[in-house]
C-alpha cells in the first residue's frame, strides 16, 4: 500500500472482535487507520447485537460522532447457521437481519458521511454459489450480502465503491493442516484470516479505485475444481 494511504482514515467494522473480522481491524490498525468495532463479545469496543435497529442507528451515531465522518465500511458480523430442519422463522429472520439487513441499514446511516474515495467491504461466503446440507439460514444470508453488494455498488455509484468478499475454509486460530484437509484445496492449505483481510485492505486503497461491484471468491480455489466420483481419487462414501 502507499505509505501513509489510511492514516487518518476510520473504518467501521461489524464482528470485529474476533476471526476475520480481528484480522481485519488489526491489518487497518497497522496501516495508521483508526478502526470502530462492533460486537456482541464484550471487549473495549461498541458492544451490540446488529441484528437490532437501534443498535445500528447508535453504533452509526457513535462513530460519526467520534470521528465526524467514516472511510470505510466492512460489514463481517457472520449469521446463524441453522437448517431446515431445526431453524425456526424467528431464527432464520435473525440471520437475514444481521447478514443482510445490518449491512444494508448501516451503508444507509453512513451514505452521507463517506469521504472521498471511500468503501464498503461486505464479507459473503462460497457459501453464496455451493452448500452443505442443513445451511440455510446462513446461506440465505450469505447470497444475500452478495446480490446487495452490486446492488449498492450501483446505488452509491460515484460516491463509495462496494465490492465483497467470498472466504471458502477459513481457519480462524490459524491452525496448519496436513493431509487430505490441505491436499483437496487447489493450494494445498486452509486459509486463515489474514488471507481476508488483505483483500480486505487492498480493495479500501486506491490501487482497487476501478474496481467496484464485484464478489471476490477466496478459497483456495476449492470452488474451481471439478469432482466427480471415482475419478482423480475422489470418492462419496454415503
Known amino acids: 500500500m502507499n505509505e501513509n494511504e489510511f492514516k487518518g482514515k476510520v473504518a467501521a ?27 456482541t463479545a464484550p471487549g473495549a469496543h461498541f458492544t451490540g447485537d446488529v441484528g437490532n435497529q437501534a443498535t445500528l442507528e447508535a453504533f452509526a451515531a457513535y462513530v460519526l460522532g467520534r470521528h465526524g465522518h467514516v472511510d470505510f465500511l466492512i460489514n ?12 425456526t422463522y424467528e431464527q432464520f429472520q435473525q440471520a437475514l437481519s444481521v447478514g443482510v439487513t445490518a449491512p444494508f441499514y448501516l451503508s444507509k446511516l453512513f451514505a452521507e458521511h463517506f469521504s472521498p474515495g471511500g468503501a464498503i467491504v461486505n464479507i459473503s461466503s462460497s457459501r453464496d454459489r455451493m452448500s452443505q446440507p442443513q445451511t440455510e439460514s446462513y446461506t440465505a444470508a450469505k447470497g444475500g450480502i452478495s446480490a446487495l453488494t452490486h446492488a449498492l455498488a450501483v446505488s452509491l455509484a460515484g460516491k463509495v465503491r462496494v465490492n465483497a ?22 493450494v494445498a492449505r486452509v486459509g486463515n484470516p489474514m488471507d ?13 479505485g476501478f474496481i467496484t461491484g464485484e464478489n471476490i471468491c477466496i478459497d483456495g480455489g476449492m470452488t474451481r475444481q471439478m469432482i466427480y466420483h471415482g475419478e482423480f481419487g475422489w470418492r462419496l462414501e454415503g
Not at 484480522?23 to 460486537?39: K, M, W
Not at 463481517?76 to 431453524?87: D, Q
Not at 486460530?173 to 484437509?181: F, K, L, T, V, W
Open 13 to 39: 467494522i461489524t464482528g470485529g472482535a474476533h476471526g476475520i473480522g480481528k484480522a481485519i481491524a488489526t491489518l487497518f490498525l497497522q496501516e495508521g487507520a483508526a478502526v470502530e468495532i462492533i460486537d
Open 76 to 87: 463481517n458480523a457472520p449469521p446463524l447457521m441453522k437448517g431446515i430442519a431445526s431453524c
Open 165 to 186: 468478499l467470498s472466504p471458502g475454509w477459513i481457519d480462524t486460530e490459524y491452525r496448519a493442516y496436513e493431509g487430505p484437509d490441505a491436499m483437496q484445496q487447489p
Open 196 to 208: 481476508i483481510a488483505q483483500m480486505a485492505l487492498f480493495l479500501c486503497s486506491q490501487k482497487a
